[in-house]
């Protein structure tokens, strides 16, 4: 397990863990919408997996009207990418960037750190409300947890997880990512 500290401004496309900016992503992607309210969802994070990165998207057009904590209502959504990647084609309506990009940088789990903590990698998920740990969709087998997200450390670098955390899942057979969130 190693904890995501705060590791200052990044580029908005940066091949780094990171919260905000552009997505990284293959060719011929096309950018998620919200199932419940049809507008385009905002991205929240990019972060390692081995192979690869997970992408990390959720509503925040009309912030408490849409189910963006749930890992299956469709007002989030979180992508596996493998292969070369660049920066995705951003839409022009809808509120789907963060006000900053912050570098997300790992640091040993266990010894001080100096930064904010803006979330870990790996372990086991510290749920606030209790398990609730997504199956595949493809193949119904319970997911891996990957990351963990706190909301961050000001107002434009923030997540909107209403106090609470967000929590990332992969399935690494099927190339399948959930997200959700508690608080």
């Known amino acids: 397990m190693m904890l995501l500290v705060d590791g200052g401004e990044a580029v908005a496309d940066a091949p780094v863990p990171r919260t ?3 997505p990284l992503v293959p060719e011929g992607f096309v950018w998620p919408d919200c199932r419940e309210c049809g507008d385009p969802l ?15 998207f959720f509503c925040q057009n009309d912030p408490g009207m849409c189910d963006d904590w749930d890992a299956t209502a469709g007002a989030n959504r979180a ?11 951003v839409p022009a309506e809808g509120e789907t960037l963060l006000g900053a990009v912050t ?3 790992p640091h ?18 510290d749920w606030i409300q209790g398990d609730e740990t997504p199956d595949c969709p493809s193949c119904a087998t319970r997911m891996t947890f990957t990351a963990e997200l706190e909301e961050g450390a000001d107002f434009a670098t923030s997540a909107n997880f209403g106090g609470g955390r967000g929590y990332v899942f992969h ?4 190339g399948e990512a959930a997200f959700l969130w508690q608080r």
């Open 20 to 22: 905000g900016g552009v």
């Open 42 to 56: 905002q991205f929240l994070a990019q972060l390692p997996l081995d192979p690869g990165a997970v992408a990390v």
């Open 79 to 89: 992508y596996v990418f493998r292969g070369p990647l660049s920066a995705a084609a």
């Open 103 to 105: 570098a997300l940088r």
């Open 108 to 125: 040993p789990a266990g010894t001080p750190a100096t930064e904010p903590v803006l979330g870990r990698l790996g372990g086991e998920p």
């Open 171 to 174: 399935c690494h057979p099927c």
